[in-house]
């Protein structure tokens, strides 16, 4: 069984200030995608990363994957409130027609940026 | 730009009532999937469809939950009867046959089920 933990769960952080949201997966998969989820509102994706050393970044936020230690970060570069929201990973496997399972999530980690 | 178009986007039933969501993909998009997130939770995969076929229902309560998808484009996902646990949020996402190894899922609006 596929599972996907983050870490922390629950973060405040000061605008201005750097930190890292930590991904880590059960087993081998070589796609791990970031979403971003308001209250109440449903995912937007971020990030798809497909293969191992991929690192992607758009705006104040970076991704990165290793898939050898089954690892994703996502990097939150001097903070804005903006950023507040809660963000998942989710991992898929290849299923033997062909296609991907279904996304597994993470229980995402709830952010919150205080000016 | 596209989007997977979902309704209602609010349903507030009675416990025992039969509820039913719809879901419309991104025209073109094979794989279409019902997802579960329970307030406070990550999304849970219900059941995924490759065109008019389901994929996996092994997490869809079969007691109660039902899905179709007829003709390889919309889908429903019913519940028969509701429980005070079913309430949550049932996302719909869908996703195209890649070509650059990215099953990457564009996700819809959301229905809000709350029972009462």
């Known amino acids: 069984e596929l599972k996907v933990e983050q870490n922390p769960l629950f973060l405040s952080m000061q605008e201005g200030k750097n930190y890292t949201i930590y991904c880590n997966y059960s087993t081998t998969s070589d796609r791990l995608y970031w979403y971003r989820q308001d209250p109440g509102k449903s995912l937007e994706s971020l990030f798809v990363?497909?293969?191992?050393?991929a690192v992607k970044q758009e705006g104040r936020l970076m991704a990165s994957l290793d898939t050898k230690a089954r690892l994703s970060t996502l990097h939150i570069t001097a903070a804005v409130h903006d950023l507040s929201a809660t963000y998942f990973c989710a991992v898929d496997m290849m299923y033997s027609g062909g296609g991907a399972d279904g996304l597994t999530f993470g229980k995402g980690t709830h952010l919150i940026i205080q000016p | 730009e596209a989007e997977v178009a979902q309704s209602p986007r609010y349903k507030i039933t009675e416990k025992s009532q039969a509820v039913a969501f719809w879901c419309d993909p991104i025209?073109?998009?094979?794989?279409l999937y019902w997802y579960r997130q329970i307030l406070g939770q990550g999304p849970e995969l219900l059941v995924q469809f490759q065109d008019e076929s389901v994929v996996d229902d092994s997490q869809l309560p079969k007691d109660r939950f039902s899905a179709e998808r007829l003709k390889g484009v919309d889908s429903t996902l019913k519940i028969q009867p509701a429980e005070l646990g079913d309430s949550a949020m049932y996302l719909c996402?869908?996703?195209?046959?890649?070509?650059?190894?990215?099953?990457?899922?564009?996700f819809g609006p959301g229905t809000r089920l709350t029972v009462t």
């Open positions: 996402a869908s996703s195209l046959v890649p070509t650059s190894g990215s099953y990457e899922q564009y």
């Open positions: 025209s073109g998009h094979a794989t």
């Open positions: 990363l497909l293969s191992n050393g």
